[in-house]
């Protein structure tokens, strides 16, 4: 079982849409959690970081299910500037190093 | 302005031939990372530094080399052994192993 998973996508989908991804993970020890955003063929940059209390930012929602062992991210009124991948990052605490999923591809389309 | 500095942005490689990709930060951050991503995949860790003179093995270190002899600085070798080197290179460093990574521009690698 890989430790950090993600659906590859693609999600399709018109502007003003509202998408959600989740991200779920195996190591129920993980402390921190982050949402990335990557441009084709750019460096991936901090979106938001997730809080066990979620935390909003305009538009993007992150929250985390520990029970569940997931992360989301949810945005709402997609802009064709959002198409990007996504990609969830974990960490394991203590020494363990930070795991990135393979991130999904969304498309907003006008 | 505090960032990282990845050089050069293009590199060609020609066989047998050791090339090394350039890793500066001024964040002054102890961790550093570099990624390999492959066109579609997602981010591989090839070697991770927690602290000066010391670097751990990622999950694909064959046919690469690392230092790490300066705080600030953390070059990649892409040795001849390496025999499939054509990808994006990306440097990352954070404050500590759970803190929030920052990345670099990145290094794309080509085989001539």
């Known amino acids: 079982r890989k430790e950090v998973e993600q659906d590859p996508g693609p999600f399709n989908v018109p502007e003003g849409a509202t998408v959600a991804f989740n991200c779920t993970y195996s190591n129920s020890a993980s402390q921190s959690f982050f949402w990335y955003r990557q441009d084709c063929r750019k460096e991936p940059k901090l979106l938001m970081s997730?809080?066990?209390s979620g935390n909003e930012d305009g538009r993007f929602t992150a929250q985390l299910n520990r029970a569940s062992q997931y992360i989301s991210l949810l945005i709402r009124d997609s802009k064709l500037s959002d198409s990007a991948t996504y990609l969830c990052v974990v960490n394991g605490g203590g020494s363990y190093i930070p795991t990135f999923g393979r991130g999904t591809s969304l498309i907003v389309h006008p | 302005d505090g960032g990282i500095t990845q050089s050069p942005k293009y590199l060609f490689r020609k066989e047998g031939q050791n090339v090394t990709l350039s890793c500066e930060q001024n964040?002054?951050?102890?961790?550093m990372y570099w990624y390999r991503q492959d066109p579609g995949q997602g981010l591989r860790l090839i070697y991770y530094s927690q602290i000066v003179n010391d670097f751990q093995k990622g999950d694909i270190a064959e046919g690469y080399s690392v230092s790490r002899e300066k705080k600030e600085s953390f070059p990649l070798t892409v040795t001849s052994a390496q025999k499939n080197p054509t990808a994006f290179y990306l440097c990352?460093?954070?404050?500590?192993?759970?803190?929030?990574?920052?990345f670099g521009a990145g290094t794309r690698l080509s085989v001539l």
């Open positions: 964040l002054n951050h102890d961790a």
């Open positions: 990352a460093s954070s404050i500590g192993l759970q803190g929030t990574q920052y």
């Open positions: 997730v809080y066990s």
